[in-house]
C-alpha cells in the first residue's frame, strides 16, 4: 500500500479556486489509480473525480463536472485536484484514494486500498 498525504485546503469565497494535492510515498505511484472523494459533515462519501494509473481515463462526479480537473504527475507521486467556481455546497472534508490497478479506474470508495487523512475545504457564501 501506499501512504497519501492531502493538502491545499482551507477558506475560500464562493466563486473562488483551490488546488489539492496528494502525495504519495511507499510503492509504485504510476501502478495506482487515484481518486479523489469528500464529505460533508452528516452525508455519506461522495464520488468527486478519478483518474487511471497513466492519465488514460478520467471520471467527475456529476456536482463537479465543468469546474474541476483531476491530473497527476507520476514522477512526482503526486495527484492534484483543481478546484474552480466553487461553491458552499463543495464545503467538505477531502480525501484522495488509491487502488493499485492498471486497468481499472474506481469511482466507488470501496473500490479503494488506501486512504489519505483528509484536508478540509470550506467555501463562504
Not at 462519501?45 to 488514460?56: D, H, L, T, Y
Request: charged share 15%; hydrophobic share 35%.
Amino acid at each position: 500500500q501506499v501512504q497519501l498525504v492531502e493538502s491545499g485546503g482551507g477558506l475560500v469565497q464562493a466563486g473562488g479556486s483551490l488546488r489539492l494535492s496528494c502525495a504519495a510515498s511507499g510503492r509504485s505511484f504510476s501502478g495506482y489509480a487515484m481518486g479523489w472523494f469528500r464529505q460533508a459533515p452528516g452525508k455519506e462519501r461522495q464520488f468527486v473525480a478519478a483518474i487511471s494509473w497513466n492519465g488514460g481515463n478520467i471520471y467527475y462526479g456529476d456536482s463537479v463536472k465543468g469546474r474541476f480537473t483531476i491530473s497527476r504527475d507520476n514522477a512526482k507521486n503526486t495527484v492534484y485536484l483543481q478546484m474552480n467556481s466553487l461553491k458552499p455546497e463543495d464545503t467538505a472534508v477531502y480525501y484522495c484514494a488509491a487502488k493499485s490497478d492498471y486497468r481499472l479506474t474506481p469511482v466507488h470508495p470501496a473500490q479503494y486500498d488506501s486512504w489519505g487523512q483528509g484536508t478540509q475545504v470550506t467555501v463562504s457564501s
